[in-house]
């Protein structure tokens, strides 16, 4: 027993510095899972045990799984690498044709060019324009396209829709497509061509709805040239006053595109398609694109359906004067100095609609900030009949719309 003594009385300092770091150790692993479990997960709904995911909730556009916490690397380089790869697949080059020279002699006059750009992308050449080009040189890109159907449909800033016939799409894998035809849609200002092909790979477009502020973005150039922004949220266009026949929300981005950009396609981490870039640097949510892509499987051309008002989103105002909720949601049918409320003869003409009417929702799809009412519309078909819940007078009713072609 004295031995004992004697032996802790020597190397006391030792045990002391021992049960030191057992208590530290011991609060190291405590505080973590307070901390985890408490903070962590309340913040940011990660689980206090297990796999952290981040594929779903606030982080699920990113598409990350933490599998063993205290080994990890993010790779970011190698994801965006895998995501221009993947969504790089379905875009195309579209090149004005060229004369080819006889080929028992190598020529770089008998080849396209798929690296590089022009530096306005979405503005087509002349029949006549050598795109400056010297001799001896192969021909560069005018820009680029993005597939919207397996079976050859291609959407594009160019303005083809007269000249198609003097240009030529050429895919990842190197192939080469003729162009056989091509239709311009007035709404949104692109155009749309078709080649003769089985098997294009297509990329999912994302819902305006599930477009959400911050979640990185990565736009990208024919044939792999990419931006990395973030989403920063949507401006209108025109006035306080909008069509139920028009877009007016455009896409923006936290930092703007260099203009070699213009004409580009826009995704999110997970390679879907959020945005198409106009000859202005604009950004169209690809989302208004997906009547008119129906409208081509149905009817072989574009037809845009028309409800013909025009109306000011009330989620959009704060009423100064209003102690209750009258004017809080809805569209209310209003005029400006261009448009009439209700244009005469429109399909809300034929309803009975009047300027004043407060449309609260569309086939039971309410209004509200995330439910516009021209976005609502525009993802109808003419000849479509919908039922919209109106309030005239503080009493509210449904009416049935026969939706129209616009013209």
């Known amino acids: 027993m004295n031995y004992l003594k004697e032996f802790f009385k020597k190397h006391r300092l030792v045990f002391l510095a021992v049960i030191i770091l057992i208590l530290s150790l011991g609060g190291g692993v405590i505080g973590g899972l307070v901390a985890r479990s408490y903070l962590i997960d309340v913040s940011y709904n990660l689980p206090a045990f297990g ?72 503005v087509p050449a002349r029949a006549n324009d050598s795109v400056g080009l010297a001799a001896g040189q192969a021909r560069l890109p005018d820009g680029q396209g993005f597939i919207i159907t397996s079976d050859g449909w291609i959407v594009t800033a160019l303005a083809l829709d007269k000249i198609y016939a003097d240009y030529a799409v ?160 809805g569209a209310i049918i209003y005029h400006d100095l261009k448009n009439a409320a209700v244009k005469k003869g429109s399909p809300a003409d034929k309803a009975g609609l009047k300027e004043g009417d407060v449309i609260i929702s569309v086939d039971n799809i309410e209004l509200d900030k995330t439910n516009d009412l021209a976005e609502i519309i525009q993802s109808y078909a003419a000849g479509d009949k919908i039922n919209l819940a109106i309030k005239r007078d503080g009493v509210i009713k449904e009416i049935e719309v026969l939706l129209a072609e616009q013209k």
Do not use: C
């Open 170 to 329: 050429i895919t990842k894998d190197k192939k080469i497509y003729q162009i056989d035809k091509a239709l311009s849609d007035s709404l949104t200002g692109f155009n749309f061509i078709h080649v003769a092909a089985k098997d294009f790979p297509v990329k999912k477009i994302v819902e305006i709805q599930d477009i959400k502020k911050g979640s990185l973005t990565i736009s990208l150039n024919w044939p792999a040239s990419g931006w990395i922004s973030s989403v920063l949220g949507f401006k209108e266009k025109g006035g306080l006053v909008e069509s139920s026949d028009n877009f007016s929300a455009k896409l923006i981005l936290n930092n703007g595109l260099p203009t070699e950009f213009r004409g580009a396609i826009i995704f999110n981490l997970a390679g879907d398609g959020l945005g198409l870039v106009d000859s202005k640097g604009e950004i169209e949510p690809m989302a208004h694109l997906a009547a008119a892509v129906n409208s081509l499987f149905k009817n072989k051309i574009i037809i845009r359906p028309s409800l013909g008002v025009s109306y000011i989103n009330l989620t959009s105002l704060a009423g100064s004067d209003q102690p209750n909720n009258y004017w809080q949601k």
């Open 51 to 122: 796999n952290l995911d981040f594929s779903r909730g606030r982080f699920r556009d990113q598409g990350i799984v933490i599998s063993n916490a205290k080994n990890v690397i993010v790779q970011q380089d190698i994801k965006i690498e895998e995501i221009i790869d993947s969504a790089g697949a379905s875009l195309v080059g579209i090149y004005k044709k060229q004369k080819v020279k006889p080929a028992n002699i190598f020529s770089p006059d008998n080849f396209y060019k798929i690296s590089g750009a022009r530096q306005n992308p979405s």
